[in-house]
C-alpha cells in the first residue's frame, strides 16, 4: 500500500485530531486562510471572485475529504490530480502551491494556537507536500496514474525541508 510509505499513522493521526480542532471554525479558517494568501501573493486575487466565501468554503470541504483520506491517498489519487487539472486551467501555476502551503500553515497555526507544535507542523507539511505534488504533476503532464502519488513519496522529506518555511 502507497500511504505506509507517504505518511505515518502517528501523522495521520494528529492530521484528524487537529481537524476536528478546526471544523467547527471551518469558514473563518478558509476565510482567514483566503485573507493570508491575498496578503502574500496578491497577484493571484485575480484568479479569485471578489467574495471568496463560497471559494474557502469548497477549500474546506476539500481539506475534510482529504483528511478522511490519508491512510488511502492512493485511493483518492483521480480526485487530487482532476484538481491539479481545473486548478491549471484556472490559472494556477506551480509555483503557486508553496504560498498556498505556507498560508495553510499559518492559518492553521494560528487557529490551532496553543495546540500547534512542531511534530504537528511537519506532518500538515507532509500531507500537503503531497497534494501540492501530485496536483502540480498532473498540471504539467496531464496525467492521474499511481506514478504520481509515488513521486510525491519521494520527494516528501525534500520538499518539507526546502520550500514551506518550518
Sequence with gaps: MLSVYVMTEKQIELIRQSWLLVKPASKEAGIAFYEKLFAAAPGIRHLFKKDVTEQAEKLMNMLSFVVSKLDGLEGIIT????????HHQYGAKPEHYDVVGNCL?????DGLAEKWNTELQQAWIAAFTIIKTAMVAAQKTGSCTNEIIKDAAACNGKYSQHNLKS
Design 105 to 109: 500553515i499559518e492559518t492553521l497555526k
Design 79 to 86: 480526485d487530487i490530480t482532476a484538481l491539479g487539472a481545473r
